[in-house]
């Protein structure tokens, strides 16, 4: 065999190449390839089926047989199964010595999972819930942390049509319930407790609570990821009985284990459900199928996040980390890696350190301990790192590492280039001290000698793969490109296959403007239905009822009908400049309006989060029925700096400089946090009811929230407001 290893070939490069080869499709320019990928979907779409080889029993009649929104139909007659895709690695990978998962906690407890015996565990717990009489549609509810065990409860779920829903044990009681009530589960899988900013928290009081509160959940299975030792078990097992206990839930291995095969489900089956954020009301519980996530996904993490199968030539030995919770969809997007055929390599707990020691290189001395190739997080820890003046040559060997992802809110030109600078000096060092020669080791070593020389050639720059997209779809509609060039602040293209577009206020697509950002045509993983909504009233009002039924819709695959619906209006606000670059400007509904000039408040965010005494800000526009505006600036200052007269001035010649003296805030607060998210986003539209006079059980859901306990500052400051 030949141990040669030839210079990485973006993912994205391949597939064109294929297209070329196969179709006799050959496109000058990305927005070509894009444009044809948004005009001819059918062909667009089967291409995806063909290239990754996604397997059915039975074939299917139509790649997009209507054309609407909501309710297309896709790939009808097809069968699929996620686990079965993710499972089809499990020889190849093992036999190039890869595992499936390495998972890693605070406590530095580090767990492989081989391909083997993630496909015997899987296969174990989907005997056993079988054997609790969980049928095919059933709800399977899931309170874990990010370790294997999460993993192998999905995809055990999945692989017998079961439906998946999980949420992070950082949710307390209501929070949780508010979710799970709506979706009626069979069976609890939860855990006595977890490990965060090196403290331990018990949940068995919780899980007693969701259980007596749960009345359709009959069987509860308990994996004991705080308990120690064999004294401790056995008590949390005793302080839930009647529970069956995790360990032995997975443990079988016989021929009936050996023989276990996913069920081949409708493409359109429920694969999982997950939730909005719930800022007003109950949360969204948003129903996606297997097909469309699994067919979404793959064309997502190895296209554009090129993000390859870990036992192919090309990106031998890809191990590929986002940093997430199991509260929010990046988990979901992180196990997808197993439907490539990609090593997961996971860490469950604070990327921070302790708030007594806060230590941001935790994640970074992980990476490099571990052989991480792609290395993923929230645009906010990229932050923090930057203002915690973090020395990526201090945390161990990054040499593997060749990209950055970045989500979850709009990553800033100045912590994209913190990254880049840090990385560039990194790979300076390594090609002065690498000497060795290019070619394949043995097992899961990958080719350092190659790598480090093809990042010499591009010219020592890391490649950042930012991406933007949501819950709502479990998916991206902007992100990366291997082959396009970076702007550091922007995303580098529209995805394929998604029809994205910025449109202005008479719904009309603009460019180099600040609009609303919609998706013109469907994707294969937009939402099948919300849990309970059984006229499609709520899955209407959230996407598709800004504009009228039919504008902006046009022929693009399928059969488009005349009365084919509306187009995705996602809730951002997106420019798309000339070179096909985007930026996210924030949610539409949060924006400033100031003296005529629209912005979203991301923007203002960079200016004033770009002083070194600034950890956090959160800016509302009170502009409302004619009334002149008021704009007051919140921010959160490091330990020891006050809000004096020169700090005040500070923040406003920042915000002069980057952006215009029109949007100086006319007033500025000092606030021990800014409210956010259990997902992290800051909540602005929230505060700004609040703070034009609507009471705070109408505008925000406590149990929604990473940080309730910071609201009666707000709801005092609101007050004052409304009486002076």
Known sequence: MNTSSPDHIPQIRLYQNWLAEHHDLHFDHYDALWRWSTTDLDAFWQSIWDYFDIQSPTPHTAVLANNVMPG?????????????????????????????????????????????????????????????????????????????????????????????????????????LDRFRQIEPVVLIACDGVTYGHKDFDRLG??????????????VLLHTNLAEDEAAREHALQVLAPCTDWTEAVSRDDADTAAFEPVWLPFDHPLWIVYSSGTTGLP???????????????????????????????????????????????????????????????????????????????????????????????????????????????????????????????????AQNWGTEQFRRLRVVAGANDDSPPGRPKANQPPRGAATRAAAERGGNIWWCNISGGTDFAGAF???????????????????????????????????????????????????????????????????????????????????????????????????????????????????????????????YSAVEALPEVLDSMVVDLEYLGRESYMPLFVVLRPGVALDADMRARIVDAIKTALSPRFVPNDVFQVEEIPRTLSGKKQELPIKKLLLGQPLEKVINKEAMANPGCLDWYVQFAACRAVG
Not at 326 to 343: C, E, F, P
């Open 72 to 176: 297309a139909q896709w790939f009808p007659g097809a069968r699929v199964n996620y686990a079965q895709q993710a499972l089809r690695h499990v020889k190849p990978a093992h036999e190039a010595g890869f595992a499936a998962v390495i998972s890693r906690n605070e406590k530095g407890r580090q767990v492989e999972l081989s391909w083997p015996e993630l496909q015997r565990q899987v296969a174990s717990l989907a005997l056993h819930l079988q054997a609790q009489g969980v049928k095919p549609g059933d709800k399977v509810a899931a309170y874990l942390p990010n370790v294997p065990e999460a993993m192998v409860a999905f995809l055990a779920t999945v692989s017998i049509g079961a439906v998946w829903s999980i949420c992070a044990p950082d949710m307390g009681t209501h929070a949780v």
């Open 206 to 219: 919780v899980v007693a609570e969701l259980r007596a509160a749960l009345p359709t959940v009959r069987h």
């Open 284 to 414: 969204k519980p948003i129903v996606h199928g297997h097909g469309g996530t699994l067919i979404v996904a793959l064309a997502l993490k190895i296209l554009h996040n090129d993000v390859g199968c870990s036992y192919h030539a090309n990106s031998w030995g890809e191990r590929y980390h986002w940093y997430s919770s199991t509260g929010w969809v990046m988990w979901n997007a992180q196990t997808s890696g197993l439907l490539g055929g990609t090593t997961c390599v996971i860490f469950d707990g604070n990327p921070g350190g302790s708030k007594e020691k806060p230590d941001w290189t935790t994640l970074w001395r992980f990476a490099a301990e571990t052989d991480v190739t792609f290395f993923g997080a929230g645009a906010a820890f990229f932050a923090n790192c930057l203002k915690a003046g973090v020395d990526l040559s201090a945390c161990g060997d990054l040499s593997k590492v060749r990209a950055l992802g970045s989500t979850g809110s709009p990553l800033s030109e100045e």
């Open 478 to 604: 902007i992100g990366g490109n291997r082959e396009l060039p970076q702007t550091p602040g922007r995303m580098q293209c529209r995805l394929m296959g998604c029809a994205v577009e910025a449109w202005n206020e008479q719904g009309q697509p603009v460019i180099d403007e600040v609009g609303e950002l919609v998706c013109a045509q469907p994707i294969p993983s937009m939402p099948l239905y919300f849990v309970g909504d059984t006229d499609n009233r709520r899955l209407i009002g959230s996407y598709f009822d800004m504009y009228p039924e039919g504008h902006g819709r046009r022929p693009g695959g399928g059969n488009l009908e005349k009365d084919a619906g509306a187009v995705w209006r996602h809730g951002d606000w997106l420019r798309i400049h000339p070179d096909g670059s985007c930026v996210i400007y924030g949610r539409s509904d949060a924006t400033i309006n100031r003296h005529g000039l629209r912005m979203g408040t991301s923007e203002l």
